[in-house]
């Protein structure tokens, strides 16, 4: 009965290949730390949510931006050894050590320590081995001693999981803790695997075979639910999901004793690290793989032993190993090229052409080669082929150059060769049947089968050059449908149920295999004369519209209509030159032009460019693509394309970082977390900033795109090109914000900002100092100006009272005679007379005698107001000489012009009407005036003038008053007028 449960067990495991077949990863190496004598071990990675890749060592905790390596949280875990690393859905890093467990928040940026000597029911031991986040969110911690603990949200604290293992009388430690689908934690321990069904209560053992007790240091569930252990000094076992007996059953394709790390990434396989290498078990195909590097250690070892593994969310593989830093491995980014290697050669195949096909029955790569020759790769699935970066390949069949291959219904395959068609039957047989040509032409000789298309009723139609043939097993010739004109790469064949389409120059025909009948379309002549355009590939994408690539355009062809839509790019650019179009079960139609990928979304018109020549400088697409579950293989000039449209539809955005800092040459320190401040405050004289970027995982598919802005000096965004990092010279004072993105069309994942302070003298401070002092200068100023003004209006004033009469308001005498030397002077520079006019109120004493003298002072002021009006020029003065007595300074003017002022001041005297009631001349005062002129450059002084036109007035006064005379201070009294 037990043999029978035996072998009823191995029936019910995963078939495992006997051979493991080695597909060598391509990954690349970082050092943690390059000093001498330093751990350069990564015991565990994480990944926290702004993508910054977490490395632990026992020594402490690393943060890798994708340019730089930085020690990070050193003065919290105070020399502790760490041994285990979580980091949850809410950015609490979680770090299992041999002193308890941190809780670091990386928002808050604050730690929090569970030890044994907080609480009661706190952690058992110090040492924390494992820590396990399960499907509920609560976190699990495996420690010596039996401990395991479980952490309560609610309560902030590790609660004890009481079980009972199967020997409670001997010590025990959890070393690994794991989770299946419904919910049961699997504790590896030291007293072998235990299933715990709730938080309390016994433990169930999984035993060996063989019942001898035996350590469970690693655990982990592939995707069909069966529990990979790995046991300490006796190798890999398994628990099969569905096995009757709940006993471990050993792994004999792997043979090592000890079990580094088991680990299940996302897409349900395992990774298997032992002291030989690394292995995969893929539960899908229920095989093995070896996975070696290609990559050498400073001693040209290869690094053996792997300490941890974990994929993020993006796909890449990171492996953690001792002594030799860590490993990763980006994910399969839905394109890349796969080399070709024929088996027993080193050397992979260069400039070969090739095209492929995969077998139906098998999913073998069938591949014809340029040089000639058919050969096939061992059976293969997507899985391996996106690990692979080689594909090894054996001779098939030896035969000419073959320029199609297609699989008929009966599992045959048929070979397009020059002017023959070549099929191999499934038990191997070769048969081959040769093309009827037209001896005249001498193109069609050399011409080959580019297109061949098995149709439902076992014919087998190809075409050529120009000409389209069908044939049918058995048949003892083919038999020529259809003659073209010749053309490069013949006439295109669709299959569309019963019906056949061919595509030649700008004709279509729709040919109805079973009745014969054939209906023709033409494409709409192009716009430009000389612009031919021939169909290179259809695709039928509904009842009545074709798809068409020409050499010129991808059309949307309507078949009742006629009319055909031109196809773009977003850029709004043709699309030339199509060769292929693949319908992605309604979701899209790829397409492929000799270097470049596209994607057409279903109902649209704009195309997507999805790769280019798959990161490959000069890439060069041969043959149209075939199916490998669900992944696109396409013939390639250097070896076989593979194109995944799922992982380039959803490939995730790359998330660049600032990385480095430099102000001039001097790195600015990194935070806590070992990442670039969000704000830098600079002096004026640091103005010379240097950005670097990176990114912690890298696509290998395309090179990062960075977009960066420094606002306040960029107007617009900044394409980087090839460069990761960029210089700001000469800076001004203010603040700026430093922005980086993927792609223009990307958000903003980093900014910093910064800001320069202006020099002391230019400071906020400095600025209220300056207002400060003007306005103390401007009030002392005014002060100044105020006392000054003081000053010059007393200083008016006394000279008003001195120079200035105060009964008529005009000047006195002083002022007269100053500004009769200052006219002299000035009128002697411009050579020019100085006339002076002596004024005397007619019988003024008889008019204060008889009116009193406040009437008198009136009339006095009367006087002078007319004589100031009368007086138009500026230069000309008035003032009160003396009594009833003024005088006029008239500078500039002769004898004619102080006549003509003086017939002025009388004709305004009569004018003014100053009542005189009882003069001896007139019922109004009249005055008498006395005329002087003289010439300042011969008089040799002022006082001359002035006695001549004083006996001019009394000349007057005794000639009858109320008349002026004139006297030249030279000659006689000359007189004007009585």
């Known amino acids: 009965m037990r043999t029978l449960i035996f072998i009823l067990t191995l029936l ?20 943690i730390s390059l000093e001498r004598n330093s751990h350069n071990s990564v015991i565990a990675t994480a990944q926290d949510s702004q993508g910054y890749i977490w490395l632990a060592s026992i020594r402490g905790l690393h943060v890798y931006d994708g340019r730089s390596i930085r020690p990070v949280l050193g003065d919290v875990l105070q020399g502790k050894n760490v041994r285990d690393l979580r980091i949850d859905d809410n950015d609490i890093l979680w770090v299992g050590t041999n002193s308890g467990v941190l809780a670091y928040s990386l928002a808050t940026k604050t730690p929090r320590w569970y030890t044994t000597s907080e609480t009661p029911a706190g952690l058992s031991t110090a040492t924390v081995f494992i820590l396990h986040e399960d499907q509920k969110g609560f976190l699990w911690a495996g420690t010596g001693n039996g401990g395991l603990h479980r952490y309560e949200p609610s309560f902030d604290k590790f609660e004890s999981v009481e079980i009972i293992p199967p020997n409670p009388e001997k010590s025990w430690t959890v070393f690994d803790i794991a989770e299946n689908a419904q919910r049961d934690m699997w504790l590896g321990t030291g007293q072998g695997v235990l299933r715990l069904t709730g938080t309390r209560g016994p433990a169930t053992a999984i035993p060996l075979p063989s019942g001898a007790p035996y350590s469970a240091k690693k655990l982990t569930f592939d995707g069909a639910g069966n529990l990979w252990v790995g046991v300490a000094g006796k190798g890999l076992w398994i628990l099969p999901a569905h096995a009757p007996k709940q006993e471990l059953v050993a792994v004999n394709e792997i043979t090592e004793e000890r079990i580094l790390d088991l680990y299940t990434d996302s897409n ?21 793989f070896h996975h070696p590097f290609h990559i050498l250690d400073s001693r040209g070892k290869v690094p053996l032993y792997i300490a941890s593994i974990h994929e993020t969310k993006t796909g890449t593989l990171w492996i953690g190993t001792y002594n030799h830093g860590v490993l990763h491995r980006p994910a399969y980014p839905g394109a890349k090229l796969l080399e070709l290697r024929i088996r027993g050669q080193r050397e992979p195949l260069i400039n070969t052409n090739a095209i492929c096909t995969v077998s139906p029955v098998d999913s073998r790569i069938y591949v014809a080669l340029k040089d000639g020759g058919l050969y096939r790769s061992l059976p293969l699935d997507s899985d391996q082929l996106s690990l692979s970066t080689s594909l090894e390949i054996e001779p098939f069949l030896d035969t000419p150059r073959i320029r199609s291959l297609v699989w008929g219904s009966d599992n045959s395959l048929f070979c397009g060769t020059q002017n023959a068609l070549l099929r191999i039957t499934p038990d191997g047989k070769t048969e081959q049947t040769q093309l009827v040509f037209d001896d005249t032409d001498p193109a069609l000789p050399n011409s080959y089968i580019r297109h061949i298309v098995p149709m439902n009723d076992g014919r087998i139609w190809v075409s050529n050059t120009a000409e389209l043939y069908s044939w049918k097993p058995g048949e003892p010739g083919v038999r020529k ?33 079973r009745s014969g009948h054939t209906i023709q379309y033409s494409l709409p002549e192009p716009a430009k004369e ?50 292929s179009l693949w319908d992605d079960n309604g979701h899209g139609i790829w397409m492929h032009t000799q270097s470049k990928i596209h994607h057409l979304p279903a109902g649209s018109n704009q195309a997507l460019e999805m790769a280019i020549g798959a990161g490959h400088p000069a890439s060069s697409i041969t043959a149209a693509p075939v199916v490998l579950d669900q992944m696109l293989v396409y013939g390639h000039s250097d070896g076989l394309l593979l194109i995944d449209p799922q992982k380039l539809i959803s490939r995730p955005p790359t ?21 670039m ?77 910064v800001t320069i302070s202006p020099p002391w003298w230019m400071t906020p401070w400095a600025k209220t100092g300056y207002a400060l002092l003007l306005v103390a200068t401007f009030l002392v100023s005014s002060l100044l100006f105020a006392r000054l003004q003081t000053t010059r209006i007393r200083k008016e004033m006394l000279e008003n009272l001195v120079m200035q009469d105060p009964l008529t308001g005009v000047p006195n005498r002083r002022k007269f005679q100053e500004v009769l030397v200052a006219e002299k002077s000035r009128c ?29 002072d009136l009339a006095l002021r009367s006087v002078a ?110 007189p004007v007028r009585q």
């Open 828 to 856: 002697k520079r411009s050579n020019h007379q100085i006339s002076v006019l002596m004024i005397d109120i007619d019988y003024f004493k008889g008019f204060n005698d008889r009116f009193g003298h406040q009437a008198g």
């Open 530 to 579: 000389g612009e031919a355009q021939s169909v290179k590939c259809m695709l039928k994408t509904g009842p009545e519209e074709l798809l068409i690539g020409t050499t010129r355009q991808l059309l949307r062809y309507d078949l009742k209509s006629g009319l055909a839509t031109p196809v773009h790019t977003i850029e709004n650019a043709p699309i030339p030159s199509v060769l």
């Open 481 to 513: 449908e259809m003659s073209f004109s010749p053309q490069p790469g013949g006439s295109f064949l669709m299959k569309s149920g019963a019906e056949l389409w061919v595509g030649h120059l700008s004709s279509i025909h729709r040919i109805d295999t």
């Open 268 to 288: 349900g396989d395992v990774w298997i690290s032992t002291a030989r290498g690394l292995f995969r078990y893929a539960f899908r195909q229920g095989r093995i």
């Open 655 to 675: 998330r660049p970082k600032i990385s480095d800092v430099r102000i001039f040459e001097r790195k600015v320190p990194p935070t806590p977390l070992g990442r």
């Open 12 to 31: 019910l495991l995963p078939q495992q290949a006997l051979a493991v077949q080695d597909i060598p990863l391509d990954v690349s190496k970082l050092d």
């Open 865 to 974: 107001q007319t004589l100031n009006v009368t007086l138009k020029r500026p230069e000309d003065f008035v003032a009160r000489y003396g009594g009833e007595e003024f005088v006029v300074v008239l500078p500039s003017t002769n004898r004619s012009g102080a006549e003509r002022v003086a017939q002025k001041i009388q004709q305004a005297l009569f004018l003014a009407n100053i009542p005189y009631p009882g003069s001896p001349l007139s019922d109004r005062i009249t005055v008498s005036l006395g005329i002087s002129t003289f010439s300042p450059q011969t008089d040799l002084h002022i006082d001359s003038g002035l006695f001549s036109a004083d006996q001019a007035l009394y000349q007057a006064k005794r000639n009858g008053r109320n008349c002026f005379f004139y006297k030249d201070h030279c000659l006689a009294l000359t």
């Open 677 to 753: 401040p969000k704000a830098l405050e600079l002096d004026h004289l640091q103005n010379f900033l240097t950005f670097s970027f990176a990114i912690p995982e890298v696509s290998p598919l395309s090179t990062p795109r960075f977009v960066y802005k420094l606002e306040g000096v960029d107007s617009a965004w900044t394409d980087a090109g090839r460069q990761s990092s960029v210089s700001y010279a000469h800076l001004q004072p203010g603040r700026y914000v430093f922005k980086l993105k993927d792609g223009f069309n990307g958000s903003v994942t980093e900014s910093i900002s």
